[in-house]
């Protein structure tokens, strides 16, 4: 009888833990094949935002700094 008690006391624990570690865990992406003219669109959209810049910088002067790197004494 304790035994059948263990066995059932496992599997209940193990059915808890999975349930909750579903839970917890991200989502897995769909790994279903995609439907083809969803992926050509996104293929026509992804070349599309390579041309048009998504932003432009307007500057009349670009202020820069050199940094130079102390010498070591055993560079000298």
Do not use: H
């Amino acid at each position: 009888m304790s035994l059948l008690k263990f066995i059932l006391y496992s599997l209940i624990a193990f059915l808890v833990i999975r349930f909750v570690m579903r839970l917890i865990s991200p989502q897995r992406p769909n790994q279903s094949r995609p439907n083809p003219t969803q992926s050509s669109n996104s293929q026509r959209k992804g070349a599309q935002s390579l041309d048009e810049p998504k932003f432009t910088i307007e500057a009349e002067s670009v202020d820069y700094e050199i940094i130079e790197e102390p010498k070591k004494k055993n560079e000298e």
